[in-house]
């Protein structure tokens, strides 16, 4: 799955349009990488840890002369650490409901369809006093 496949079923399960979440998803990703950067640890409880990671310098074998020995400077870098619910899930083959996650969806337009009808019948009455005053 690309990024692209993976902001399109997540409109689809959220209810949301696919700019609101390619944004969402690069704001999230934008985080990660700055915390990451700085040296933090970030944990998504049931997900996973997102953590900076300190190699430390090492020899290694060139490939393409194995006779040859290399010295491999020290270096930071990420890593990631799945959670419970990660494993479970990679383990057994089912993954979590996503019905709270519609649910939510569904209650978040609903609340937007209200607001904007709201705001529709009180244009309505607004437009007819200003007229019946004029």
Known sequence: MNKAELVDRVAEATGQGKSEVDSSLRAILGVITEELAKGSKITLVGFGTFERRNRKARTGVNPQNPTQKIK???KKAPA?????????????????SLAGI?????????????????????????????????
């Open 72 to 74: 491999i400077p020290a």
């Open 80 to 96: 990631f650490t799945a959670g419970s619910e990660l494993k479970l899930a990679v383990q057994t083959g089912k993954a979590p």
């Open 102 to 134: 519609k649910k939510i969806a569904q209650t978040k337009n609903a609340a937007k369809a209200k607001v904007k009808q709201a705001k529709a019948a009180s244009k309505k009455k607004t437009g007819t006093k200003k007229k019946a005053k004029r």
